[in-house]
C-alpha cells in the first residue's frame, strides 16, 4: 500500500516546480513588453506644397529616441553630409532656409517620445518666380536623398532606418503646371 503522505507531498513538489517555471516565464514575457513599451519608433515626415516644403524626423514611439549617427547621400553624384541641408543647392540671393538641422555636433541628439525635428525647410512666395525656381533645384537634389540614421533606446539597443526621398520628384509635366501656378 502506498503511502498517501508521499503522493501528495510529491505532486506538491511538481506544482511548485511547475509554479516557478511559470513565474520564470511571465518574468521574461514583462522584461520584453518593458523594453518594448519605451521603444523609439523614427518615422520621417515629408510635405510638399506649392508654397512649403520640409521634411521633419519624428520619433513616434514611447521611449527617447538617441541619435548616434546620421548621414545624408546625394545618390546622383555620391556625395554625403551630416545634414540634408549640406546636401542642397546655394540659395539665391534673398532666398534663405526657414529651418535646418545639423549633426555637426560632438554631443549625440535626443529625441523624446512624440518629439520632431525639421530636417530642412523652405517657404516661398509662389508668386516670386525666382524662389519658386529654386524650389524646383531643390525639389531635384532631394528626390535624389537618401538618409540613414542608427540610433538607440533606453536599453542602449543599436537600430537603423534609412528612406530615399523619392516622395520629391514628380513628373516634369507637374513641374512644368506648379511653376506656373
Not at 58 to 74: D, E, R, W
Not at 91 to 106: K, Q
Amino acid at each position: 500500500m502506498l503511502d498517501y503522505q508521499l503522493i501528495i507531498a510529491s505532486f506538491a513538489f511538481f506544482v511548485s516546480i511547475f509554479s516557478v517555471a511559470i513565474s520564470v516565464k511571465a518574468l521574461r514575457t514583462q522584461k520584453q513588453h518593458f523594453k518594448k513599451s519605451v521603444k523609439p519608433i523614427l518615422k520621417f515626415g515629408l510635405k510638399d506644397y506649392s508654397n512649403f516644403m520640409c521634411v521633419r524626423m519624428k520619433n513616434v514611439g514611447f521611449g527617447p529616441l538617441l541619435i548616434k549617427t546620421f548621414k545624408a547621400t546625394n545618390l546622383t553624384n555620391g556625395d554625403t553630409a551630416k545634414s540634408i541641408y549640406q546636401l542642397m543647392p546655394d540659395c539665391p540671393s534673398g532666398i534663405s532656409w526657414n529651418d535646418y538641422w545639423d549633426f555637426n555636433t560632438p554631443e549625440p541628439t535626443t529625441l523624446a517620445a512624440n518629439e520632431e525635428i525639421p530636417l530642412i525647410e523652405l517657404v516661398i512666395t509662389p508668386e516670386n518666380i525666382s524662389e519658386k525656381d529654386f524650389q524646383m533645384k531643390v525639389r531635384k537634389v532631394l528626390k535624389n536623398v537618401e538618409v540613414e540614421v542608427s540610433f538607440t533606446d533606453l536599453y542602449d539597443q543599436l537600430s537603423r532606418k534609412s528612406r530615399i526621398f523619392d516622395f520629391f520628384g514628380r513628373p516634369e509635366s507637374d513641374l512644368q503646371a506648379i511653376k506656373k501656378n
